[in-house]
């Protein structure tokens, strides 16, 4: 059970560098703009934190810090969620991504990734 987690936490991690890979290349070089391989990430990290969510294949008892962590890094997902949607939304009509919005996604996938890091 315990490998088997392991394996999903690495999926949340492909995920992750999913995300902000794609990120990275449209903030250094790339038009500043939202790409579908963003919402492939962010999907892949949503789906395999949520089965993280659940307290299986651990060897602690999950406190109050665990159900908290995971509920910030839920809320922090939907608002990028939210922002690519509306970004890409704004990009079909030729209006462009707010440089904004296009850094907060950044920032707040970095965050994401901090908080599963050194929140414990
Ligand atoms: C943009 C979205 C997200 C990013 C970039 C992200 C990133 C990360 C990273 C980098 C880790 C560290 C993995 C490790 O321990 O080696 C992690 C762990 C984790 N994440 Fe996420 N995450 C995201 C969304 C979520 C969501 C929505 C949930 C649950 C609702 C979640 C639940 C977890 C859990 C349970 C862990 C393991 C931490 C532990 O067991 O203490 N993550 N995440």
Redesign the pocket.
């Known amino acids: 059970m315990q490998t088997v987690r392991e394996i999903v936490?690495f999926i949340?991690?492909l995920?992750?560098a999913t995300?902000?890979g794609a990120w990275l290349a449209q903030a250094f070089g790339g038009k500043r703009q939202f790409t579908t391989l963003m919402n492939v990430g962010?999907a892949i990290?949503?789906i395999a934190?949520?089965a993280?969510?659940a307290p299986w294949g651990?060897t602690f008892t999950p406190g109050m810090s665990?159900y908290m962590?995971?509920t910030v890094?839920?809320v922090?997902?939907i608002i990028?969620g939210a922002l690519l949607g509306i970004g890409m939304a704004r990009q079909k009509r030729g209006a462009g991504v707010p440089a904004g919005m296009f850094w907060a996604v950044g920032a707040l996938?970095l965050l994401?990734?901090i908080l599963?890091?050194f929140w414990?």
């Open positions: 936490v949340h991690l995920g992750f995300l902000f962010l990290a949503g934190g949520l993280l969510a651990i665990f962590k995971i890094k839920f922090v997902l990028i996938t994401n990734a599963g890091f414990h």
